[in-house]
């Protein structure tokens, strides 16, 4: 098995427990498949103090995709609440489109090839 | 002859960083050059077996180191000699980093921790010839997959701690070589095949606070195995070949590495000292790797610091340095890039020296200085939680690696990451559910 909707699940976990870790209050996710690849998008509002935590988002989600490192290490994801994964999902995403508005919000959105 | 290898690297050094492909547009450090970076150790590490043993002792020692059963304790400067040890290291590491530069891995932490694994335990039970069976069962699963080996290819490097398994099935037990060979081949490559599904999904049971997640796999793994051997009469015991009395020669060649592990990161950016406290700010749970969040000149600095630190730690406590605690150092100068750092190995430290003034055992015990060296295994919980639980993860850890070692007999060279991952799986849930503070 290859588990492609399973990361898919544990991608938005994190993302989710991200946006918890922010402050977020009204987190939305929508999730398209389409025929070569995925399309997530999650919005979520965030506390400003915690503003400096979401520009790191942007650093940790642009990291290149990197298949071994998810091969190994893809079961971490979504499944903390002390501690995120961010790096690692960068590293399970091909791309992905990054939206912080000055009113506190956040769009993200990511691609993930099949 | 020290001087003159120093002025000639520097030399080749200077020459190739002319060439512009070693560096981005951005002028910080290319994949090639950081693989340059690791491959000159590599080299390093041959060259100073080279220059400590005549060819002949090193071609014989080598043959020794080969043909002796590799399961822990077994200290290859004890069986080859310091020369061949080294010089099988060497060889390792720069075979391994061929095989990551030609499947185009970047050299993350997760690669370079992977690379001084290697380095480190072909000191004490990785040789040139037992390594590849469970590369090889990991390039089956690949095939059977249908995927690039490059995807599986931190399975196959780190799954290499099984090797003892393969010749102590070809060379430690009562069959004829005719049959003991390949089953010793066949149960390598059997393991390699089994091994990236299970180091996959075990990871869950510790949530990545310990480090040395293959170790815990592979414990599990020689534990069913070694029960069923012994429930056919085959006995395995421990043993323990370790060496003394090199602390002078070995020390100051550790302590120059190190030394030009900082410069040289300082040299590729004035303000990498900076960047490297930042470093602390890290848990160190998996995964946090350096190179990606404070860049490759910092990493390098975090890693010669910590490769000085468990040195003078051994040194300072009256250890040996030999095969088995170099290789303890080298995997905490391999993790200086992928989750450690002073801040949260420290606490580890003083959790095991407090077990050597109250537990049965001293701190120079060979099996208590492996324990040390390698509890920082569980670096993130001091990182995660704090300076408190730090030391009782080190205080446990100390005394269940000491222990655990019976159940697989010694043939699961990251014994650590074994004991670690079952400490992990206790102190885990306990300190989070009495956790307060959440999201």
Redesign the interface.
């Known amino acids: 098995m290859k588990h492609n909707k399973l990361k898919i699940s544990k991608i938005i976990d994190e993302l989710i427990n991200f946006c918890f870790s922010v402050g977020g209050t009204e987190i939305g996710v929508n999730i398209k498949e389409k025929p070569d690849f995925f399309e997530i998008h999650l919005s979520s509002d965030y506390k400003c103090e915690n503003k400096e935590k979401v520009g790191e988002l942007c650093k940790l989600l642009k990291c290149e995709k990197t298949e071994e490192m998810e091969e190994y290490y893809w079961h971490l994801t979504g499944d903390s609440d002390v501690d995120t994964e961010l790096t690692l999902v960068g590293m399970m995403t091909d791309s992905c489109n990054i939206d912080i508005t000055p009113n506190n919000h956040i769009d993200i959105t990511l691609f993930r090839n099949k | 002859m020290i001087t003159y290898i120093y002025i000639e690297r520097r030399i080749i050094i200077d020459n190739v960083l002319a060439n512009k492909k070693l560096f981005k547009a951005d002028g910080t450090a290319s994949e090639n050059l950081k693989y340059l970076v690791f491959l000159i150790y590599g080299l390093i590490l041959i060259i100073f077996g080279l220059i400590a043993d005549s060819p002949n002792r090193i071609i014989y020692g080598l043959y020794k180191i080969i043909i002796e059963p590799d399961l822990l304790i077994t200290d290859y400067i004890g069986v080859g000699g310091i020369g061949a040890a080294f010089v099988n290291s060497g060889l390792l590491t720069v075979i391994s980093i061929f095989i990551m530069y030609h499947n185009k891995?970047?050299l993350?932490g997760?690669t370079i921790s992977a690379i001084w694994l290697i380095s480190g335990f072909s000191l004490f039970g990785k040789n040139i010839f037992n390594v590849w069976f469970v590369i090889i069962g990991v390039l089956l699963h690949a095939k059977y997959?249908r995927e690039p080996f490059?995807?599986?290819?931190?399975?196959a490097f780190l799954g290499t701690s099984l090797s003892p398994m393969v010749t102590q099935i070809m060379l430690g037990i009562n069959l004829p070589r005719i049959i003991s060979v390949p089953l010793g081949a066949a149960v390598g490559i059997f393991m390699g095949f089994i091994l990236?599904p299970l180091?996959?999904?075990l990871?869950?049971v510790h949530?990545?606070f310990n480090l040395y997640n293959t170790g815990f796999t592979a414990g599990i793994i020689g534990t069913v195995f070694v029960s069923l051997l012994r429930s056919y009469g085959v006995a395995i015991e421990s043993r323990l070949i370790w060496t003394s009395g090199n602390n002078l020669v070995l020390g100051s060649f550790l302590i120059i590495m190190f030394l030009s592990m900082i410069m040289y990161g300082i040299r590729l950016d004035r303000n990498s000292i900076s960047t490297w406290k930042n470093i602390f700010k890290y848990?160190g749970?998996?995964?946090?790797?350096f190179t990606?969040?404070q860049g490759f000149p910092a990493t390098l600095i975090n890693m010669g610091i910590n490769g000085l630190f468990a040195t003078f730690y051994i040194i300072l406590i009256g250890g040996d340095l030999n095969g088995p605690t170099i290789g303890g150092i080298f995997t905490i100068v391999g993790f200086g890039s992928f989750g450690k750092h002073l801040k949260n190995i420290i606490p580890i430290l003083i959790g095991v020296f407090i077990g050597g003034m109250t537990k049965t055992w001293s701190l120079t015990n060979p099996s208590v200085q492996l324990a040390a060296l390698f509890g920082t295994t569980l670096a993130p919980i001091a990182g995660?939680f704090g300076w408190k639980y730090g030391i009782i993860a080190g205080f446990l850890q100390s005394s269940v690696a000491l222990y655990v070692g019976y159940l697989h007999g010694g043939l699961n060279l990251y014994n650590s990451g074994f004991a670690g991952g079952i400490v992990a799986a206790v102190i885990i849930p306990i300190v989070?559910a009495f956790?307060k503070d959440?999201?």
């Open positions: 891995i970047r993350t997760a997959q490059a995807k599986y290819i931190y399975f990236p180091a996959s999904y990871m869950r949530q990545g848990h749970k998996l995964v946090t790797d990606i969040l995660e989070e956790r959440e999201f």
